[in-house]
């Protein structure tokens, strides 16, 4: 049976992994000159910043706040799409 440390472990791992790859190929959509461009680089900014606290708690050893840190991350880039200031860039 899976222990809820490693499940914990797993799962943080996994969102930090998915935030780092929604990160890296995030495009903002919107001309510079309309509002929602500005909407989309505060999302990101966000998003990045989340990013960087979750990587901090992993440093600490808190994976609970850093699993939270990772999904509200994810929720930034999720509402920038669905809003339609984002788009998927190829690598």
Do not use: W
């Not at 000159?33 to 990045?48: G, I, K, N, P, R």
């Not at 991350?73 to 998927?88: K, N, Q, S, Y």
């Amino acid at each position: 049976m899976t222990q809820p440390q490693d499940h914990l472990t797993e799962k943080s791992d996994r969102y930090r992994r998915l935030l780092a790859d929604a990160l890296s190929k995030a495009g903002i959509v919107p001309d510079r000159s309309s509002h929602l461009h500005a909407v989309a680089e505060d999302y990101l900014l966000m998003a990045e910043s989340y990013y960087n606290d979750g990587v901090h708690f992993l440093d600490r050893g808190d994976r609970v706040n850093a699993l939270v840190a990772f999904s509200y991350g994810h929720a930034f880039i999720d509402a920038g799409i669905r809003l339609g200031v984002f788009c998927e860039m190829k690598q």
